[in-house]
């Protein structure tokens, strides 16, 4: 195409940015004149030589890196194809389709070189899309691939969930082989997989897909009455043939359509008593059993094979059934108990109000079958106390959240919600005439009459004289008559409407995974756009017009919806509207989906083709300007060809080398291709796009998908297994896992006019952050420099060194912006380090508080970071309630700064991808100790705790990071010591002679004993005595372990302390380590008994040189369950090789007995020493980028030193988390000094 002369008056589209225009003769030069630049738009010759002579150069001289490449590029492939068929929901029976055959290509070619890895996607697939029939398919796909079957067996029980999935694997693998009728023998691997497989299924699981049908039972039917002759008054005359002789018997067209149709009507009489008998399906429950020769559980394989129960004890011991005998099922017939489901319930009880309620008031109604059968609740007229009941499920956000529902399910329920108003519409109407329904009748069954429509009420009464005409208008008036006997009214149906448009905004901010990285939304505006879209009639729109509701939903109007919510789910993304003339530019968004389709909507959108923008210029544009995006998605009603040519690989060649093109189109005619690993075409405008963009948009993805078998705790294989117990070094038992992360928050702002901001974040929002944050192993660090830098870095300009150094290592940003500039350092001195690279070239004069902004923004090397800054800009109208005594600590310093910090202002409010900014208000207060102080800011807090929190979920609860609450097959018990212990250990800076030389003098076959007043940090000591045990050095090149660690702290939670509890942990974690472990006691005797019995077994196990150690913090706490103190768990005596170190408290009872023991050592903390006190203060200080002073006239460290309770961790530590939360930079020496702290601890 010769875009010079057929686009001659075009002007291209702005994709991300606004154009700048060209200077006519200086080529690239940029001029400020306002006319709009016409751009040539052809494809260099020379670039399509280019493209077509770098494929041919490759030649047959593949290297290594290539071939990585290439397979790389197959496993992009088949997780898109996995991804797509999320989109379109393939099927993947016969005849094979597009996405079947292009499955079964790529894993040919990966199995290759990585067939591990086809298994992965298919639990992937299942476990993480829930996508049921590709992960089926892989995994039949896999059996029949020979270098797949040896890792099948491992991921089978892992990626199947159901008995359906187990039967389609078998199904498919038979279409598959491609042996026609006759059963192809299923491989070896297939046969132990499944078998494995079968023993994990619950006997409710397998009733429910045990039907009859799959067993070729016939239907049971209720035995139907024979047809009676019609009476004559039925019939509707007495002479049935009376009508013949009037005119309307004269047509034989219209007689013999209505022959045909008495017939239609007397046929489901006759037939309704036949029962035909299904053939027996060989992949079912029973045929599958008997096919693999499945014997266990004996209990549920005899009863899906119909078996008798033993008759008596002989045969009953040669079942191998569990329990006891039962005499009184002998001879029975065994069945699986039946599965209690809402269907089974529905099915049995009817679509009731009654039995509805009862779903209801029960909770047994999940929240998607409450969204499906919202029509069948309001018709069956359930309570008003019920309907409360669901439209508080519906506005309730951690309910709608839990259900994982995107929003196009809430609007099919708003769809139904609209039929359901239709309806009632249609019973306020008056019933129509008999010969209203006649002349519907006659239309709708083609029996027309020529002159009908004039016929008089005569000519009417001979057509109820015709038999079948009259049962039909006898059954019409019937089913009106039952459609006006509605049991709602329209203010439950309007109550409904608004729970539902308050779902879908709940379902748009918190369901709808988020995209990464940029995305280019464009949607197509071409005449074929505004056809009705035959999918979208289950689509219903909550806020829509009365008038608005009964048209039909366009394709546009699905894509705009579409689009909108891929806008609201993007990291960074602009909508641009293609194939018209009308709207240059990307369109304004607010990011609120519903209202976004609207202003959509509203845009005047008309199609000129002289100047029509498509969206090959659009992608022209973004190679011309050198603009990068992750993403590019076309909203289409049809695939376009022209833009999978030239227009992309140019792009991909100088601009963006792994951009992803994904084309929806509203439907797709023909075969089509998935060759591309970067160019996918989609039919069907589904929410699952969404799911798909955000999985495949993930630069992660891979790697993720590569490690899904640890992530989901998959057995490693047996060979590996084997291996590492060969070598040796894997320790007796495991080390506990690293689990807490730290997130550092650093709060920007002038210091003068913030203080009560600031005041909120750190005493209220940051403690409430922690507190939600501890249960997932996030420590939250506030870094707020109100008050931290000292003196000696303050006379050498360090402070903007400081700042920026604890900008640059903070993961999130919060940045508060009044009306004052801040303090601007005369100079910039900084060390040559990277991160501060782009201050070379950035402006002089510019205050710290805007340094620091632009520094997490433009500094971090993460391109993700932006999404961590948060930017909360306080409204100018409160300056106007501040009186005029206080106004200037408020006001801006100058007219330089006010310029300087309203273009601030505007830059970030302009600023693409960061998470957050807005504007709050307040109220002056009043002065509180020397210092003015705002109100009224209970909105601005909860919005940065929302803000934070969400993005705490979004990057490190929802990441590729650890997930603490991933391992379900983890005991919670063993998660909360490891978690404790770790947060205990890291809290260890002091005391380190005395954990070497503690370490250094154990010996087995002994008890140490570490005592300690009440705070003296026994708890932090024992923790780090635990890692310094397990980091000891192996002697003599043994790479085994030297010690094995079992630890237990009673201060974990209050139910740790419990004797039955510990001791129950101990002994299950020793029996791991056994071959032949014995069975867990159920009493407390038989725990203590077994608890030493397991100390001298376990030391039996130990290779040379290896001890076992069991640390238990505050045994003097352990207690029985009736709440008193109990130590006679304790073993009398310790095997050689084991070692017992408990901590008790100084003046408990239990360590005065324990003294008289001659296999007990004594280890006394005592007080902190001085330096351990100055290093315990820095390093607390230190995680919030705070120091005391320590120089010779302003020594403040001194001060803390000589307090009284200082010798005491636990009083350092509440001294420093006071001096964070309440001290300032002018009264930080007075809090130490004064009376704010009490001498004693």
């Given amino acids: 195409m010769d875009h010079n002369t057929q686009k001659e008056a075009h002007i291209p589209c702005c994709a991300l940015e606004q154009l700048q225009p060209t200077a006519e003769g200086e080529g690239d030069e940029i001029d400020s004149t306002d006319v709009m630049p016409e751009y040539v738009l052809t494809v260099p010759e020379d670039a399509l030589k280019e493209q077509s002579t770098e494929s041919d150069s490759l030649g047959p001289e593949m290297t290594v890196d290539s071939q990585e490449q290439d397979v790389k590029a197959h496993k992009l492939m088949l997780l898109n194809l996995v991804c797509c068929s999320l989109v379109e929901g393939s099927k993947f029976g016969s005849p094979e389709g597009d996405m079947r055959q292009s499955l079964e290509k790529v894993c040919e070619k990966l199995a290759e070189s990585e067939p591990e890895f086809i298994l992965k996607a298919a639990l992937y697939a299942r476990q993480e899309l829930n996508i049921r029939s590709t992960a089926n398919f892989l995994l039949a796909l896999s059996s029949h691939l020979l270098p797949c079957r040896p890792h099948l067996r491992r991921y089978f029980s892992h990626t199947v969930q159901l008995p359906s999935d187990w039967m389609e694997v078998a199904r498919l693998y038979q279409s598959l082989a491609k042996t026609g009728k006759a059963l192809a023998p299923l491989p070896a691997c297939l046969r132990a997989g499944m078998t494995d497989k079968f023993r994990q299924f619950l006997p409710y699981q397998l009733a429910k897909y045990n039907t009859r049908k799959s067993r070729g039972k016939k239907r049971r039917r209720p035995k139907t009455k024979k047809p009676t ?82 008759s008596d004890l002989h045969a009953f011991s040669r079942s191998r059934l569990p329990g006891p005998w039962d005499p009184a099922l002998a001879g029975t017939r065994m069945k699986l108990p039946e599965p209690h489901t809402w269907e089974r319930v529905l099915s049995r009880r009817g679509n009731t109000a009654k039995a509805w309620e009862e779903l209801i008031s029960a909770g047994n109604l999940p929240f998607m079958a409450m969204l499906r059968n919202l029509r069948n609740i309001l018709r069956a007229g359930v309570s008003e106390r019920h309907h409360q009941r669901l439209l508080d499920r ?12 995107l929003p196009f399910r809430f609007l099919a329920a708003c769809r139904a919600i609209q039929q359901l108003e239709e309806e009632l519409e249609r019973t306020e109407k008056p019933l129509p005439s008999n010969g209203e329904i006649i002349k519907r009748i006659l239309k709708v069954h083609g029996l027309y009459v020529p002159g009908m429509q004039s016929w008089t009420r005569k000519d009417l009464r001979f057509c109820m004289e015709i038999p079948v005409i009259f049962r039909m208008v006898k059954r019409e008036k019937k089913k009106l008559l039952k459609f006006r006997e509605v049991n709602y009214s329209r203010a439950i149906l309007q109550r409904y409407r608004q729970a539902l448009e308050t779902a879908v905004g709940i379902a748009v901010r918190h369901n709808v995974p988020a995209i990464p990285g940029r995305t280019l939304i464009l949607i197509s505006c071409a005449g074929e756009m505004r056809k009705p879209y035959m999918r979208g009639g289950g689509l219903g729109w909550p806020s829509a017009e009365q008038e608005d509701r009964n048209k039909p939903l366009t394709v546009l109007d699905v894509a705009f919806l579409l689009g909108s919510m891929v806008y609201s789910a993007a990291e960074q993304a602009q909508v641009l509207l293609c194939d018209q003339s009308t709207v240059l530019g990307p369109v304004a968004m607010t990011g609120a989906v519903l209202k976004d389709v609207h202003h ?281 309630t501040v009186p005029e005594a206080w106004r200037a600590d408020f006001a801006t310093e100058s007219e330089e700064a006010k310029v300087r910090m309203a273009d601030l202002k505007e830059r970030l409010e302009k600023h693409e991808g960061l998470a957050s900014v807005g504007r709050y208000t ?33 990057h490190f609860l929802q990441g590729d990071g650890p997930k603490v609450n991933g391992e379900l097959k983890e005991p919670e018990e063993n998660i909360l010591q490891e978690s404790f212990q770790e947060l205990q250990q890291k809290r260890f800076c002091a005391r380190t002679k005395l954990l070497q030389a503690t370490a250094a003098q154990l010996r087995g076959g002994s008890i140490c004993v570490v005592s300690g007043e009440c705070g003296q940090g026994k708890t932090v000591f024992l923790a780090a005595l635990a890692q310094e045990l397990r980091a000891k050095a192996p002697r003599h090149g043994d790479p085994a372990p030297l010690y094995h660690i079992v630890a237990h702290f009673t201060r974990a939670r209050p ?12 002994c299950a974690l020793l029996r791991k380590q056994l071959k032949q472990p014995p069975a867990p006691p159920t009493s407390y005797r038989g725990l203590v008994a ?108 001194r001060l803390v030193l000589l307090k009284r309770g200082s010798k005491q961790p636990l009083y350092l530590m509440l001294l420093t988390q006071d001096l964070r939360l309440f001290a300032l930079y002018e009264k930080v020496r007075g809090l130490v000094w004064g009376g704010g702290w009490a001498s004693s601890s």
């Avoid at 519906?394 to 529902?405: G, T």
């Avoid at 909507?601 to 969206?615: G, L, R």
């Avoid at 807090?941 to 803000?947: C, E, I, Q």
């Avoid at 100390?1095 to 001890?1107: C, G």
């Fill in 1055 to 1066: 139910d740790q302390a419990s004797v039955q509890v510990m001791l129950g942990r101990l």
């Fill in 600 to 880: 959509l909507q509203a845009q005047k959108i008309e199609c000129d083709y002289k100047t029509c923008v498509d969206a090959s210029d659009i992608i022209m544009d973004l190679i011309t300007r050198r603009q990068e995006v992750d993403t590019i998605l076309l909203l289409n009603e049809a695939p376009q060809d022209t833009l999978r040519g030239s227009c992309l690989w140019l792009y991909r060649h100088h601009v963006a080398p792994h951009c992803l093109f994904v084309n929806v189109c509203s439907r797709v005619q023909g075969e089509r291709s998935f060759d591309s690993a970067t160019e996918i075409v989609m039919s069907g405008f589904s929410e699952q796009v969404l799911r798909f963009m955000a999985e495949c948009g993930g630069s992660r993805f891979l790697e993720h998908v590569g490690k899904i078998d640890k992530i989901h705790g998959l057995p490693e294989p047996r060979e590996t297994v084997t291996a590492k117990q060969e070598v040796g070094v894997e320790p007796l038992i495991s080390a506990p896992k690293t689990r807490w992360r730290s997130v550092k928050v650093f709060v920007s702002s002038t210091f003068r006019d913030m203080h009560g901001e600031r005041d909120l974040l750190i005493r209220s929002v940051f403690p409430e952050l922690r507190a939600r944050a501890a249960p997932f192993c996030l420590a939250i660090e506030d870094i707020d420099l109100r008050w931290g830098i000292t003196e000696h870095e303050a006379q050498r300009n360090k402070q903007l060194e400081l700042c920026l150094s604890e900008v640059a290592r903070s993961h999130l940003f919060v940045g508060i912006l009044g009306e004052r500039y801040g303090h601007i350092p005369r100079e910039y001195l900084l060390p040559d380090e990277p991160q501060y690279e782009w201050l070379k070239s950035y402006p002089a004069g510019r205050s710290i508080t805007e340094l620091e902004a632009v520094q997490f923004l433009n500094g971090c090397k993460d391109p993700s970071a932006k999404s961590g800054a948060f930017f909360y800009l306080r409204e100018p109208d409160f300056l106007g």
């Fill in 394 to 405: 519906l506005e309730n956000q951690e309910s709608v959240i839990r259900s994982r529902q």
């Fill in 1090 to 1197: 077994q608890f030493s019995a397991l100390l001298h077994s376990v030391a039996q196990s130990l290779k040379r040189r290896q001890s076992l150690v069991v640390l238990i913090d505050g045994a003097d706490l352990i207690h029985a369950a009736g709440g008193q103190l109990v130590s006679d768990w304790l073993p009398e005596r310790l095997p050689q090789r084991v070692s017992l170190i408990i901590s008790v408290s100084e003046e408990s009872a239990l360590l005065s007995s324990l003294k008289r023991r001659k296999d007990v050592t004594v280890i006394s903390l005592g007080p902190l020493d001085p330096p351990d006190r100055v290093v315990m203060v820095r390093k607390d200080l230190a995680l919030y980028g705070k120091k005391l002073e320590e120089s010779p006239f302003n020594n403040q460290m």
């Fill in 229 to 310: 002759v019609c009476s004559q008054k039925e019939k509707g005359s007495n002479r049935p043939d009376a009508w013949r002789k009037h005119k309307l018997g004269r047509f034989r067209h219209f007689v013999l359509k209505l022959k045909a149709l008495e017939e239609k009507f007397d046929k489901p009489l006759e037939s309704s008593t036949e029962h035909p008998a299904t053939s027996r399906d060989p992949f079912s429950l029973k045929a599958l059993i008997q096919r693999l020769h499945i014997s266990e559980p004996a209990q549920h394989v005899m009863s899906l094979l119909g078996r008798k129960y033993p």
């Fill in 922 to 954: 307040c109220q002056w207060g009043g002065v509180a100790q020397g210092r003015p102080y705002v109100k009224g800011l209970e909105e601005f807090g909860a919005r940065v705790l929302r803000d934070l929190w969400e993005s705490l979920c979004h």
